[in-house]
């Protein structure tokens, strides 16, 4: 049977039909859809970890066991997992051993853009990259072979494009696949130095094999063109622009990104008057060609900066316009992003941004305090840094400061990183007050539970942690609950918290207006006749909220009715709509 499918909803095929069983991920866009869709499947033990090390750890130890074991997460999240990956190069695997990591080139919804190869290429272990739908279940598949038969955990690189675009996929029946023995074997699971040596050995003598390996397999294909003056090397979804920009160009496409073949890359240069590779951000492939001696034209035509496309490949190698199915419509309307309607962080950045903190910010949908009129957040780095950054801005800059300054960090990001930061403050005495931002799910990847939500990834009761037994039990005395809808109540407990003499923590607990469940409430609408165009109700930034002919508007189509803007009318022009 074909299916249409979404290329991560391939990769969950890949992983039912290759006989995995133990998949263990933390939600990361454009990686998410991967471990939801492999939920569905009843063979499939899955769950969410707490962050992307525990993930690639409890998958490693499913390894270990004899099982096919997957994890996955993007880019930044491979930061995360970069320390037992490193090591698990050196151990090798029990059974299968995969780890997807989606790229974002483009930054379409990450904080960075880094290249996901350096990794394969540092941590010394093989990477794949799919190029469409059917490729993420067969490479999915190719990768647990990989895996078992080179004794290495194995890289499946994806992106934004391919993550998330469709195509056909031929499905095919599921393997099933007996646990392997499992046998104790210090040597090559307990990596002390001396053990460590001997697998440092094993994992060059793997290398060389991968790469004599990497010469012959049908992952690097060559497909013939009936135009030589260019040669085009290419992976991924590259492979998919260069095609359709250059239908009748001999392309090499490489499905193995690490290691690299050698004769195969010489042997097709061979054939072209000019080698061109198209490859997005670093020069990886590019590098490799000319370290081999092969000449290759790369970035010096498509620079290392986000994403290629079919019409940046046809100027800058024929010199001719875009494609007619590719031309931009023109110029679109500006969309800038921002909190949903009813959001529940709006009143907590609205205070915060009255009171005029500095606040050091974290990695969610929160982040968009950061932008007008709310402009309620100095800083974000990445996952867990809020409160770890405020803590060394105080100690920089005294405890004046800590009377004028917060870490916001949501319910998830606080158990992905957050906790240790705070063991970090209260352990140096420090005097920060962090602020969590509890709406009850992982909202910005898309209401994804998490150990603070009381489900599981079915949606089924799971056991709750305790945001404020966690911040009690490290050590934090004044610990306090708000709801960020009331504004006067906000702003007493972040009042209360910073005037505290040592680390406090505020809760602000109320439910994201987009949760099932989460009832909404009668809009709210405008009284003309009252309203005398202050203009303070747009303070808080609400997308249901307009303003024309010298009055405020309320789209009742987009407003909740969560209120928060009708405690701001000076003159109570904004209320309940009537018969409602």
Not at 164 to 169: E, I, K, P
Not at 528 to 540: D, F, L, P, T, V
Request: with cysteine; proline share 7%; net charge negative.
């Amino acid at each position: 049977m074909k299916e249409l499918m979404l290329g991560n909803q391939a990769v969950a095929r890949g992983l039912w039909q290759a006989g995995c069983q133990v998949v263990s991920s933390y939600p990361g866009t454009p990686s998410t859809e991967i471990t939801e869709f492999a939920s569905t499947y009843p063979e499939l033990y899955t769950e969410w970890a707490p962050n992307e090390k525990v993930a690639y750890e409890a998958a490693m130890g499913a390894s270990i066991a004899g099982a096919r074991a997957f994890c996955a997460m993007k880019h930044v999240g491979l930061n995360v997992a970069a320390d037992p990956l490193f090591t698990t190069a050196y151990t090798g695997v029990g059974g299968g051993m995969v780890a997807a990591v989606a790229d974002d080139q483009g930054m379409h919804s990450s904080q960075n853009e880094q290249d996901s190869r350096r990794y394969a290429v540092a941590a010394k272990v093989p990477m794949v990259e799919p190029a469409d739908s059917q490729e993420c279940a067969n490479y999915t598949e190719a990768a647990f072979q990989l895996s078992e038969e080179f004794d290495t955990p194995v890289l499946l690189r994806l992106s934004t494009r391919v993550s998330h675009s469709q195509s056909l996929v031929e499905t095919k029946d599921r393997q099933e696949l007996p646990l392997k023995d499992y046998r104790k074997d210090p040597g090559k699971y307990v990596m002390m130095p001396a053990n460590a040596k001997k697998r440092r050995v094993t994992v060059e003598e793997r290398t060389a094999a991968l790469t004599r390996y990497a010469e012959t397999t049908p992952l690097n294909r060559v497909e013939e063109g009936s135009d030589r003056r260019i040669g085009v090397i290419t992976a991924g979804i590259c492979y998919q622009y260069v095609r359709e920009a250059m239908p009748d160009a001999p392309v090499l496409k490489l499905g193995l990104l690490n290691p690299l073949p050698v004769e195969l890359i010489r042997s097709f240069a061979a054939t072209v008057d000019t080698v061109v590779v198209a490859e997005e951000l670093d020069p990886v492939i590019e590098d490799h060609c000319k370290g081999i001696g092969v000449p290759v034209r790369g970035k010096e035509l498509f620079g290392a900066i986000g994403e290629l496309s079919q019409n940046l490949i046809r100027e800058k190698l024929l010199k001719l316009p875009p494609l007619p199915s590719c031309k931009h419509p023109g110029e679109l309307p500006v969309r800038p992003p921002i909190l949903c309607p009813g959001c529940p962080h709006r009143g907590l950045f609205y205070t915060l941004h009255r009171l005029g903190l500095t606040v050091f910010g974290d990695i969610g949908c929160y982040t968009l305090g950061s932008l007008p009129p709310l402009s309620a957040m100095d800083t974000t780095l990445c996952m867990g840094a809020s409160i770890s950054g405020l803590h060394g801005f105080l100690k920089a800059r005294g405890e004046e400061a800590a009377r004028t300054a917060v870490a916001v960090i949501g319910d998830s990001t606080f158990v992905h990183s957050g906790i240790t930061g705070l063991v970090d403050t209260v352990y140096n005495k420090g005097l920060s007050t962090v602020i969590i931002l509890d709406n009850s799910i992982t909202g910005m990847t898309g209401h994804q539970e998490n150990p603070t939500t009381g489900k599981d990834i079915h949606h089924q009761p799971a056991p709750r942690l305790s945001l404020e037994g966690v911040c009690r039990a490290v050590g934090v005395e004044k610990v306090l609950v708000a709801d960020p809808g009331d504004l006067a109540t906000m702003k007493s407990a972040v009042q209360e918290a910073l005037a505290w003499d040592g680390p406090a923590v505020v809760i602000a607990r109320r439910p994201c207006a987009l949760l099932k469940g989460v009832r909404r409430l009668p809009p709210v609408q405008v009284e003309e006749s009252r309203c005398i165009g202050c203009r303070a109700c747009m303070g808080i930034g609400c997308p249901a909220i307009s303003f024309g002919d010298g009055k405020a508007r309320i789209d009742e189509t987009l407003c909740v009715g969560c209120g928060l803007c009708e405690g701001l009318c000076p003159k109570n022009a904004i209320k309940e709509e009537k018969g409602k």
